[in-house]
């Protein structure tokens, strides 16, 4: 894969003010192609503390990368604004050749600006408050559902286009805590196959990443860090950057994935090591 081998697609990323999200966008303008950013505020990240908001964050791609790159911002778990925000790229751009699902995160009703950087009290399956249940399936799971039903029908029929749902490592394992995220995502994952059997006969591809830790602001707020783990290489038994999250997105929607649909990819250094 040369540099510029994503040169003339449209790529929309949401959830790509900061972390993970940012990073995908950011190597996808890097491979040529011409980016949205999204974040459900045009001030986002600014609540977190977590980065630039997103008119700057635009800029600075277009700069360094030479690609066109706009930025829209609404909640996605209506599905009005996920329509309306397909719309605003289609007329700047024409199409969407890209469609990254990334939003989302185990983030309670109160958002990214609460305690924990948004993790819900009673954090399980039983005691969390039914506002947080709703608020972590809504920007899970709908925000998913609901931009693919925007873009995608146009990917149909022009018989091309590219999704990479978000999932995480979460959803592929039984847990005690986060389990509405873990819930959230399993279901992701299990959309991305559902996507990817009516897609085939179109041509169509939509595949899913499952990040294991990664050290994002956002993961470094959330909970305490073990610095034994925040290393850049020499084990597998670490934590994630988002630029190797980047990395599994970028290859998921180059023709070195021309025969790849349907499949939960874990980037998690082999933490998880049995069938997704």
């Known amino acids: 894969m040369t540099d510029a081998h994503l040169e003339g697609k449209v790529a929309w990323v949401t959830g790509s003010s900061r972390g993970i999200g940012l990073e995908i966008a950011a190597r996808l303008a890097a491979c040529g192609a011409q980016v949205v950013l999204h974040g459900s505020s045009a001030a986002s990240p600014q609540p977190a503390g977590a980065g630039e908001p ?11 990368h030479g690609v066109d790159a706009m930025h ?43 305690p924990k ?8 399956a039983l005691f969390i408050a039914d506002e947080d249940l709703r608020a972590v399936l809504d920007r899970n799971l709908m925000t998913c559902i609901f931009a693919c039903r925007a873009v995608v029908p146009e990917m149909i029929a022009r018989r091309r286009g590219w999704v990479v749902n978000v ?10 805590e986060s389990a509405i995220y873990a819930t959230a995502k399993a279901a992701v994952h299990e959309y991305t196959r559902c996507l990817a059997a009516m897609l085939r006969p179109h041509g169509v591809y939509a595949n899913a990443v499952a990040p294991g830790n990664t050290l994002t602001e956002r ?3 959330s909970r305490t860090i073990d610095q034994d783990k925040a290393v850049a290489g020499g084990s597998l038994e670490r934590y994630g950057w988002p630029r190797e999250i980047a990395r599994a997105v970028e290859f998921l929607v180059s023709d070195a994935a021309s025969y790849v649909s349907g499949q939960i990819l874990r980037v998690d250094g082999g933490q998880q090591l049995w069938p997704a």
């Open 167 to 176: 999932g995480s490592i979460a959803g592929l394992v039984g847990t005690a």
């Open 219 to 221: 993961f470094k707020a």
């Open 54 to 64: 997103l008119p700057a964050a635009a800029d600075r791609l277009r700069a360094a």
């Open 117 to 124: 950087a948004g993790k819900p009290e009673g954090n399980d």
């Open 72 to 114: 829209v911002h609404g909640d996605l778990s209506r599905p009005a604004v996920a329509q309306a925000l397909a719309e605003q790229i289609r007329e700047r751009f024409g199409r969407i050749d890209i469609l990254v699902n990334n939003a989302g995160g185990d983030i309670g009703a109160g958002g990214v600006a609460a």
